[in-house]
Every structure is written in structure tokens, then in C-alpha cells.
């Protein structure tokens, strides 16, 4: 009786350690993803870097994913803005998980190529179409741009040079930041699916 005394203590102990650490390590996980990471590597390169330029096409048989995504709030006005990065970011796993042969991983070193969203609201005045959404101040203008990134070529001092297979950005998306972001990622993963699905019909 204290051998199965002992057995359920320690199997309860376990227990509540796996439901502690689960939570904390999903959320290093998220917070990995949407931090934005020191520029310069291939899967987030600074706006001066040398980039390559390739085809959506390279992906066709690539899985995995490193998803990176950013909101800058840099309006002038007082109003909190109802977006965080990690709207967005939830929003771009959603369009993500939409298509069952991906799969999304925590860093990327184990990624085939990286999606980077990046998200700013900023004060615009003058003439511009008007926000759809209500939750957006008038004055407010969501800007989206997403690249999606294989590591290129190997450079003498040891860096990976980035090589950009899609890109697309938009200055006044006119609806909330993580709507914007997920309806252009979406689009990228409807032509890349598109190409998937041709290239399978070739091979058989």
C-alpha cells in the first residue's frame, strides 16, 4: 500500500509540473515568434541587406514554417489601439493551419522558409479612402507588408544570404491590422497550394 501511496504522489507531482511547464513553454514559443528579432538574418534581413530574388515555385515541396510578425503603433493620437502583435500572429497560425501540409516550428533553424508579417498603424491626414472597419480611428492607416524567405546562398564569412520568393505590401489596407495580415497571407498559401497541387499532378 505505500509502494501505491508513493506511485500516485509522484505520477501526481509529474502531473502538475507537465500542466505547469506546458502553458510556460507554448508561450516561450509564441513569444520567440513575435518578438522581432536582431535584422541582418536570412529569415529577417535589415532594409539594407543584399537580398536574392526567387520564385514562389522554390517552395512546392517545402513544409515547414518560421512564422515572424511585428505591429508598430505609431499614431500620434491619444486613442489605444484595440491590435497587438500577438493578434496578428494568432491570425496568421489560423490561416496557416487552414492547409494541413504545413507545419509551423518554434525557430528558424528548423524551418524550409520563413513568413515575416510586419503590421503599422499610422496618423494620416488628407484625402484617403475611408476605413471599413468602425474600430479603426478615421485618421488611422494600416499598413501590411509580408515576405516570404528561403535561406540563399552561403556567403565567404559564414552568413546565409536571404532569398525573397513573394512579397507583397499595402500602405492603406483600410481594415484592422490582423485582418490585413491574414488576408494576404492567405493569398500567398492559396498560389503556393495552387502550385503544390500541379506539381503532384505532373508526377503521377
Known amino acids: 500500500m505505500r509502494t501505491n501511496r508513493t506511485c500516485q504522489v509522484r505520477r501526481s507531482s509529474w502531473a502538475v509540473r507537465g500542466a505547469v511547464l506546458l502553458p510556460l513553454v507554448f508561450a516561450c514559443s509564441m513569444m520567440a515568434q513575435t518578438d522581432v528579432f536582431e535584422s541582418g538574418r536570412w529569415w529577417n534581413p535589415a532594409a539594407d541587406d543584399v537580398r536574392e530574388r526567387g520564385k514562389v515555385s ?49 525557430v528558424p533553424t528548423q524551418a524550409d522558409f520563413a513568413i515575416r508579417v510586419r503590421t503599422t498603424a499610422t496618423t494620416e491626414s488628407g484625402d484617403r479612402p475611408p476605413n471599413f472597419s468602425l474600430a ?29 520568393v513573394w512579397e507583397s505590401s499595402v500602405v492603406n489596407a483600410q481594415v484592422e491590422a490582423q485582418s490585413a495580415a491574414r488576408s494576404t ?8 497550394s495552387r502550385l503544390k497541387k500541379k506539381a503532384a499532378a505532373k508526377s503521377r
Do not use: C, N
Open 136 to 164: 479603426l480611428d478615421p485618421s488611422t492607416a494600416i499598413a501590411v507588408e509580408v515576405m516570404v524567405l528561403i535561406p540563399g546562398s552561403k556567403q565567404p564569412d559564414g552568413s546565409i544570404r536571404p532569398r525573397v
Open 185 to 192: 497571407v492567405d493569398g500567398f498559401l492559396w498560389e503556393l
Open 58 to 106: 522554390e517552395l512546392v515541396s517545402r513544409k515547414k514554417i518560421y512564422v515572424l510578425t511585428s505591429f508598430t503603433d505609431s499614431r500620434t493620437i491619444s486613442e489605444p489601439s484595440p491590435t497587438h502583435t500577438g493578434d496578428v500572429h494568432r491570425l496568421v497560425l489560423d490561416a496557416i493551419a487552414m492547409h494541413k501540409d504545413f507545419q509551423v516550428v518554434p
